[in-house]
């Protein structure tokens, strides 16, 4: 005799993800709206946007569209703008540096190399601590807390 079993219920929330919400989320871009306001309109929190992206593919390509589409809109107003003397030009660039950081955040780059532009040598030594004494392991674990601290 064999029993069914129940079938299982899904476990959280269901999703409030639907497919019409990728035209949706163009359009949002094509307005310039940031993540944010992409979320609001969709009455749910930014990481659901994310969430929703990585779950739908359509939905990652669509929200990849609405942030190049909401770029271009900045950048519009910006070249609209230029010549304008009420344009804010510190202000466009500070919004446009926190919503487009992959090309408008300004990096320096340092590259470090080793003797006569070669590699870096890297040198390894074990330590047996327990030939340390105790000043010498508390100024060891001093070091390593640093470094684990800065990392």
């Known amino acids: 005799m064999s029993e069914e079993?129940?079938?299982k219920r899904p476990v959280g929330r269901p999703t409030k993800y639907k497919p019409e919400y990728c035209e949706q989320i163009i359009q949002l871009g094509k307005e310039g709206?940031?993540?944010a306001q992409m979320a609001s309109f969709f009455d749910v929190d930014k990481a659901s946007i994310f969430d929703w992206a990585a779950a739908h593919e359509d939905f990652s390509t669509a929200l990849a569209c609405a942030r190049a589409h909401s770029q271009t809109w900045w950048?519009?107003?910006a070249q609209q703008n230029l010549a304008s003397r009420d344009f804010n030009a510190q202000l466009w660039l500070k919004s446009v540096a926190s919503r487009f950081r992959d090309d408008y955040t300004e990096r320096t780059q340092t590259e470090i190399?080793?003797?006569d532009g070669g590699a870096v040598k890297v040198e390894t030594k074990t330590i047996d601590s327990r030939a340390l004494t105790p000043e010498q392991r508390e100024a060891l674990?001093?070091?390593l807390m640093a470094v684990k601290e800065s990392a």
Request: proline residues 7%; aromatic residues 0%; positive net charge.
């Open 33 to 35: 709206k940031s993540i």
């Open 5 to 7: 079993k129940p079938a």
């Open 141 to 143: 674990r001093g070091v």
């Open 113 to 115: 190399t080793g003797k």
């Open 75 to 77: 950048e519009d107003k």
